[in-house]
């Protein structure tokens, strides 16, 4: 796909905390950044599961980014610590799935941090883009399917519809 | 507990190759505390699968469902009606669980979605340890409670091999030396006494020797 047409839908978990002020903080800044980006807001990063990460990219997300507070500056101690190591494990675990770990992101925020947050948001965008569209995407492989039937997506659609 | 880990990705797709409707199956008791094949482990990888078989352009039906015990006619008898509906059953039980399943529903291909490693504990969090190799015939009376069959290398009933540097079992650096534990251990309760017991070669048949084991108890029997 075209990287001028391809806009990455990425999800990102946003603590309440650090990160999601930050957020709040690019919006009165006027900070720009694409809007593929779904924040979700959460309590802490040390609260998400592995499962929404997996989930999320079994739906279709293209990238999914975590971002926490800084390591050491947990509002809840070590959170967002105990969230890298559930973001390392996951990342494999999509390797081990053909997915390319660089789908799934973590970076650390200030409260203040909102340039950085942008740049991590920018950086990402950057290599989703580079990769292309998720092709666990039903609409990626649709979009796909247009490029040509023997497309490895088209092949996907067409078992997902003799399985139903 | 049972102590399990499982088997990777690309291993389990290869186990479930053929099959278009599977049933992630997970077990509630040991493997849910080893954070091996829980509800959230089924979650997880029955979400993996579905993301794999989808890359590969072969995309499967993955479905989920986690049961009390996989060891236990009640519980294995709740998931009957669900375990019907499909072609295959990976179950993320124990050894014992995914026999269990197989034994209920011969019509049924079950697999092990886990490699079922040793009867361990919790040591810290994330860390699980082996501590019983189940020999049938249980020496930790005059041990100390430390088990000599399991946590020494050599299997040594006698005393230590004498390779071991400071603490540490020559064959596993990482290892304290079990020897040097029972000594510690029988010294703090005053028991080293029970180490002039010479220990004749262990009877392994109450072990694996000749096939798997049956007890069967009389009393309890309807």
Same mark, same amino acid.
């Given at each position: ?9 990425? &999800? ?57 507070? &800084? ?22 675990? &999509? ?70 | ?29 040991c493997v849910t505390v080893c954070l091996a094949g829980g509800e959230r482990e089924v979650s997880i990888i029955s979400s993996a699968l579905r993301i794999a078989s989808k890359k590969t352009g072969e995309p499967i039906k993955v479905s989920e469902l986690t049961i009390e015990r996989q060891c236990d006619n009640v519980f294995i008898e709740t998931a009957a009606d669900e375990i019907k509906k ?137």
């Amino acid at each position: 796909m075209n990287d001028n047409t391809f806009e990455p839908k990425i &999800l990102a978990f946003c603590c309440h905390f650090c990160a999601y002020a930050s957020a709040d903080l690019a919006g009165s800044m006027r900070l720009q950044y694409p809007s593929g980006i779904r924040i979700i807001r959460t309590p802490c990063t040390g609260r998400l599961e592995v499962e929404y990460y997996m989930r999320a990219i079994e739906n279709g997300a293209d990238g999914v980014l975590i971002a926490g507070c &800084l390591e050491g500056g947990c509002h809840y101690i070590e959170g967002n610590l105990f969230a890298r190591k559930r973001v390392t494990a996951t990342r494999n675990m &999509l390797e081990e799935c053909g997915i390319d770990k660089e789908r799934l992101r973590m970076v650390n925020v200030s409260a203040a941090g909102a340039v950085n947050l942008v740049q991590a948001i920018l950086d990402m965008v950057d290599t989703i883009k580079q990769l292309g569209p998720n092709q666990v995407n039903p609409k990626a492989v649709t979009d796909s399917l247009k490029q040509g039937p023997e497309s490895p997506a088209a092949c996907c659609l067409q078992q997902e519809a003799e399985i139903e | 507990m049972i102590v399990a880990q499982r088997k990777s990705i690309p291993e389990l797709q290869d186990i479930i190759k053929g099959h278009k409707n599977i049933l992630v199956l997970g077990c509630g008791t040991c493997v849910t505390v080893c954070l091996a094949g829980g509800e959230r482990e089924v979650s997880i990888i029955s979400s993996a699968l579905r993301i794999a078989s989808k890359k590969t352009g072969e995309p499967i039906k993955v479905s989920e469902l986690t049961i009390e015990r996989q060891c236990d006619n009640v519980f294995i008898e709740t998931a009957a009606d669900e375990i019907k509906k499909y072609d295959a059953v990976l179950s993320l039980g124990c050894g014992a669980g995914v026999q269990a399943i197989a034994e209920r529903y011969q019509d049924k291909p079950v697999y092990a979605g886990l490699d079922t490693a040793f009867l361990g504990i919790l040591e810290s969090r994330g860390v699980w340890t082996e501590k019983c190799a189940q020999c049938g015939a249980c020496v930790l009376a005059d041990f100390g409670g430390i088990c000599p069959v399991t946590r020494c290398a050599k299997h040594m009933l006698n005393g230590p091999c004498g390779g071991s540097r400071v603490d540490r079992c020559e064959i596993s650096p990482n290892q304290p030396c079990a020897w040097q534990l029972i000594y510690k251990r029988l010294k703090d309760i005053d028991e080293t006494d029970k180490l002039k017991k010479i220990y004749p070669a262990k009877d392994w048949s109450k072990s694996l020797d000749g096939g798997s084991r049956t007890i069967i108890r009389e009393d309890h029997r309807i």
